[in-house]
Every structure is written in C-alpha cells, then in structure tokens.
C-alpha cells in the first residue's frame, strides 16, 4: 500500500525551460536524490531555477534534459512509492538513468536496473536503444555505459544496440571501450579471457551472433570494423558425440557451442 512521505506543506518549486513551472514535495525530494540535499537546511518551501540547474542540463545532453521535469515530479512525489514503472515505461531507462545518476537518485538508479534485469528484459532493452536518437542521447548513454546500467542483466547494452540494429548507439558503445571492457570483467566466467566486443548475453551469445539472426547487417560491419570475433561459437548442442571425435573440440562444443556468426547468417536468411 502507497503511503505519505510527508505531511508539511514544504515543497520545492521549479521553473524550467520548455515546461511549466511545477512544484513538488521538498520533504521527498531531499530523501529520494542526493543532489537536492541542501535544500534540506532552507527553512519553508525552496525555489529552484533553471540557473541552478544549467550544469546538470549540460551534462546530460537534450536528449536526458527532456525527461528532467518528470524525473523531479517522480523524486518529488509525496507518495511512497511513486509509480515508478510509468516514469520509466514514457521517458526510457537510459534517459532516466542518466538523469538519476547525476541527481544521486540511488532508489531510481535501482528501479532501472531491476527493470533491465527483469522478466521481458531482451526487449525491453532493445526498444530503450532504438528509442535513442544519436546526437541527442549520447551523453545518456555514456553515462549509462559507464555507471552500470546493464549490471544485472543478461542482455547488455551492446545486445541489445546489435539486435535492435542501432548503428549509431552501436557506434557510441564501441568507443566506449573502458567502460566495454569493465562490463566485459564483471560479466565473464572466471579463467574465460574475452574480448569486450564479445560479451555473451544470456543466452550465451555475442552481439554479432545477434546480427547475423537479425540480419543486422550495418551493425554487424561496425563490429567487425572493430575487430568482433567472427569466429565465437554458440548453441551448445543437447548431446555431443565424442566418438572419433578430439576431446579438446568436444570440450568447446559442449562450453561454446557449434555455430559461428556465419552459421547463424545462414540459418536464418
């Protein structure tokens, strides 16, 4: 059951550009972002103005800035806890990461996370990529590179950019290849030395295993532009036959599996 974060009258009142002036509890914003945390010392109701704000709006990027005024309705909302999954369902999870991050919103940070790891997980990452328009996004997206968007889940962001055929999301995830390269760490079997272009998703495939079944074909060539494996293997077979065949080839069937990228582009054409 939902319940009242407050019961004073404080409340925080912003004055935006492109939205209209909106006021939201004080008393829950405080709580739920850290960024607001001051406003905690400020006696009575607190006005915010876009001046204020100009930093976190740069650094966001336009994209991320739009989703802003309801993030901080969100934050604001007396309500505990508010409707998190509309927020995330009408302003992307990679928008909304990106905002909640650089607002220190650990509770939101949280929520995003979870909805990327969850039930559904493989399309709901692939629709917040396609949403994402290149110049616009960037910065969300490589914050959500960078701060662990994708931590819990399966399905990384690059999966999803090759399945969606995001060329230009694809683009930024390769550039970032630091950020590649940790999630790479956290996500590899101990003794496994990948690649982070070759990160295996849930299903233990690599993105370009995801454009050959898609037909992803200008996601692909930035993938091999940057040195992709077309070698890796997937789909372990149910039962491997071993006689006659070398112990070593029937250990990497039975880890890997048996089809390349190339197979895959043939199964499917």
Not at 7 to 14: G, I, L, Q, S
Not at 117 to 133: C, F, K, P
């Amino acid at each position: 059951p939902r319940g009242a974060m407050h019961t004073a009258r404080d409340v925080v009142r912003f004055a935006l550009p492109g939205a209209e002036p909106f006021e939201v509890s004080k008393a829950a914003l405080v709580a739920r972002a850290a960024f607001f945390g001051p406003a905690a010392d400020e006696a009575g109701s607190v006005d915010w103005s876009a001046d204020e704000l100009a930093k976190v709006v740069s650094a966001l990027g336009p994209g991320a800035s739009e989703q802003l005024p309801a993030v901080l309705r969100a934050l604001g909302d007396p309500r505990d806890p508010p409707d998190w999954g509309v927020l995330l369902e009408r302003c992307g999870l990679v928008r909304v990461f990106a905002v909640a991050h650089i607002l220190g919103a650990a509770e939101l940070l949280e929520q995003v996370r979870a909805s990327a790891a969850g039930g559904g997980a493989e399309s709901r990452l692939q629709r917040a990529v396609a949403e994402l328009r290149a110049e616009a996004d960037e910065g969300a997206l490589r914050s959500a590179l960078r701060h662990g968007f994708d931590r819990g889940s399966p399905v990384k962001l690059i999966h999803a950019a090759a399945a969606a055929d995001a060329v230009e999301a694809l683009r930024i995830i390769v550039s970032e290849e630091d950020a590649l390269g940790d999630v790479a760490a956290a996500a590899s079997a101990p003794g496994d030395v990948l690649s982070p272009l070759d990160i295996r998703d849930g299903s233990g495939r690599t993105a370009l295993h995801l454009c050959a079944i898609h037909d992803c074909a200008a996601v692909a060539a930035v993938l091999i532009e940057a040195s992709a494996n077309l070698e890796a293997l997937c789909d372990p077979p149910e039962e491997v036959e071993e006689e006659g065949a070398e112990s070593g080839s029937v250990a990497i069937a039975k880890k890997f599996g048996i089809r390349t990228p190339l197979h895959l582009a043939a199964l499917h054409d």
